[in-house]
C-alpha cells in the first residue's frame, strides 16, 4: 500500500525533476513569477529535492515534501508524500494529521478524501477509513475509487454482504463500472469452487462478469475472460465458454494455457478434429518445449491416446529430466496395465531426483500393489528419511497404515506395532489398523492389550457387525473360546438386525469360524451345525469339509461320510498336506492301515516336522508293527510340541524318557502373523 500511494504521489506530483538552469534563465523565470506562481514554483523545488533525497534514504526528504506541502496545500498529492513519510518513520498521527489537514483545506477534493481514508486504513483506523471512503462517495459518487475503497474496507473485516450493497449502489452512478463490476464477480466466485455448479453464486458471478466483459477492454480484460470461461465450464455451458477462450485469444494467442482450454472445450463439445488441430498448431511452436509437451501429454490421454501421451511425456523428461511431473505421469499410466514398467520410469527418476518423495511415495504403492513387500518396506524407510518433521504426509494416518503393512508382511513385527499405533493415534476410527495391531498383540501374549483395543471399537460402534465379528475371531486365537462363542452370538445379531443386506454378512467364513470355536470349547453338536450351515453356504469350503471330517474321525465316528467329505475337499485342493493327513487317520480309524500309511506320509513330505502329522505316522507304524518308525516319528513330534501330553505319554509308555527330550527339545517358534491372517 505504502508503495502504491508513493508511485501516486510522484505520478501527480511531479513529472520529472527540475534541471539546473542557466543563472541569466533563472534570473529571468523568476522575475515573471508573481505572487502565488513564484509559491508554486517554491513549492516544486522543494517537492523535487525531498525526491531526490528520498531516493538517496536521507532522513531529511520529509522536511522538503512537508515545505512543498506548506507552499501548496491545494495539491493533495504533496501531502499524501508527506503522510507516507511519517508512516513509513513510524509516526502514524502525524501522516494522519497531515491528510486531515489536507482535507479541511481542499473540504470539496474527492482525491483527499480518498487518500485520507488510505492513511487510515494503514495505520489501522478502521470505523475513520470508512467515513472518508463514504466521504469521497459524497463528493464525487460518479468515481468509482471511493465505492472500491469502502467495499475493500467491509472486505478487511469480512463484511461482504456490506461490501456488495456498496458496490450495487454505486453501479448505476459511476461513469466506468468495469472495476465495480469485476470486485462484484470476485466476491461471488471465490464461493462457487467449494460447491461447484450448484452453488448460488455461480449465475450472480456469471452475471457480473458478462456485464464486466461488455465495457471497454483494457489489460485486465483477457484474464476476466477466462475467469467467465471457467464459470461457464462448471455450469456446463461449453460452447459460451469457448467464446470467452477465444477472445481472451486475441490478446494473447500463444498463451498455452488458454489454448489447452480452447482445446478441451472442442473435446467437449465433440469436435476431435479441431481439437487435434490445435494440438498439431501446438506442438508445431516449440517440439523440444518441455512445458509444450507435457501439455500435449495430458490432452492426448484426455482423448484415450496412451501411446502418444507416453511419448509427449517422455519428451519433456528428456528436455528436463529434474521435473518430476513427466515421470509420474508416465508412471500412472503405465500401472495401470504394466507395473512393472511403472516402476522402471520411477526408478530412473530417482537417478536424477533421489530426494523426490512423489516417487518414493507412488513406488512404495507399486511395490505394495505387486506384493513386493521387502522393496515396499525399504522404500518406505527411505521416504521417512527424506521427509522433513513437519511434512504434511507425517500426519497422514494412511502413510503408517501402508508402512506397517509392509512391515507386517515382512514378519518385522515391532515395527509393524509402532506404525500401526501411530496410525491409530491420529485416526482411532481404522478398524482395520486396529485389528492388525490386535493380532499382532495377542501374538505376543499382550491378550489384555488386544482385548482393550476391540472394546474401544465396540464402545464406539455398538451394531458393527465387523467389530463384533472380528473381535470373536481374535478372541479364538487367544484361545478364549468361551469369550469367542458369545461374540459369534452377537455379531449374528448385529448382522440380522441390518435385514437382507445383513444376512449376506453370514457368510461361509462366520460359520467355519463361528464352528471351530464351538469345537474347541467341546461343544460338538453345536459345532457339526454350524460347519453345515459353512458348507451349505459355500459348497467349496473346502477347510469346513476337512474340518468337519477330521472332528468325526477323531471321535471314531460317521468315518464314510468323513471320508467322503476330506475326499471333495482334496478334489478342491489335491495338495494340501492337512487334507491328506485327514483322509490317512480316516483310513487308520477304518484299519486301512497301508493306505492311511501312503498317505500320511505324503502328507509329511509336503509339510515336514509338523508335530500332529508326525503323531499320526508313529500311530501308523506302531499298528503296523514297526515300532522303531514309530517311536522316531512320536519323539520328532515331541520335540517339535513338547506340551503335548498324549504323545509324552506313548513315549514314556514304551521306556522313553519324554522329560530329557522336553529338555533338548527346540520347538519352531511361532512367526508373526501376516496381515492376510
Known sequence: MLACLGAVAFVAGCRTPPQQAASTDQDRSLAVLEGREADMADALAYYGAGVLREGLRDSGAVSNYMRAAELAPENTSLAMRVAVQFIRRGENDRAAAIMEEACRRNPRSMEAAFILSQVYQIINRPADARAAAARAIELDPHNSKGYLQLAALWIGVKDEKSAVKVLQDGLAKVKDPLPMLRLLGDLHAQHIYEAGHKSENLPEAIKYYEKAAAQPTDDLSPAYLQKLGDLFIISGRTAKALACFQKAAIYDPDDLQLMQKIALCHLGLGEREKTVELLRKISGKDPQNPAINYYLGELYESLGDRQRAVECFDAARAAEPSNP????????????????????????????????????????????????????????????????????????????????????????????????????????????????????????????????????????????????????????????????????????????????????????????YYASAQERNGNITQAEKLFAEAIAADPENSDAFNYLAYMWAEKGVRLDLAADYVSHALEVDPDNPAYLDTLGWIRYRQGMLAEALDLVQDANALMPGDATILDHLGDIFMASGNEAAAL??????????PANRAVGKKLTDRGVDAEKLRREASPPEMPPPSAEE
Not at 527418476?349 to 512423489?358: F, I, M, S
Not at 452370538?489 to 453370514?506: E, F
Not at 522316531?632 to 510340541?641: G, M
Open 325 to 512: 511431473k513427466s515421470y509420474l505421469k508416465m508412471a500412472v499410466i503405465h500401472l495401470r496395465d504394466n507395473p512393472r514398467k511403472a516402476e522402471e520410469v520411477i526408478r530412473d527418476g530417482l537417478k536424477h531426483l533421489p530426494k523426490e518423495k512423489l516417487f518414493l511415495e507412488l513406488l512404495s504403492q507399486i511395490y505394495l500393489r505387486n506384493r513386493q513387500f521387502n522393496e515396499a518396506l525399504s522404500v518406505f524407510a527411505r521416504l521417512r528419511g527424506v521427509l522433513s518433521p513437519g511434512d504434511p504426509l507425517l500426519s497422514e494416518p494412511g502413510f503408517y497404515v501402508n508402512y506397517g503393512l509392509a512391515a507386517q508382511q515382512c514378519r518385522q513385527a515391532d515395527l509393524a506395532l509402532e506404525l500401526y499405533r501411530r496410525a491409530l493415534d491420529l485416526d482411532p476410527s481404522l478398524l482395520e489398523t486396529r485389528i492388525r495391531l490386535a493380532t499382532l498383540l495377542i501374538w505376543k501374549q499382550e491378550r489384555e492389550e488386544a482385548f482393550s483395543l476391540m472394546d474401544d471399537v465396540i464402545l464406539a460402534a455398538p451394531d458393527n457387525f465387523f467389530a463384533w465379528y472380528y473381535y470373536a475371531v481374535l478372541s479364538s486365537r487367544a484361545g478364549e473360546y468361551s469369550q469367542s462363542i458369545a461374540l459369534f452370538a452377537r455379531a449374528g445379531a448385529a448382522a440380522l438386525a441390518l435385514g437382507a443386506r445383513g444376512a449376506q454378512l453370514l457368510d461361509s467364513g462366520f460359520y467355519f
Open 632 to 641: 522316531d516319528a512320536w519323539k520328532r513330534s515331541f520335540s517339535r510340541d
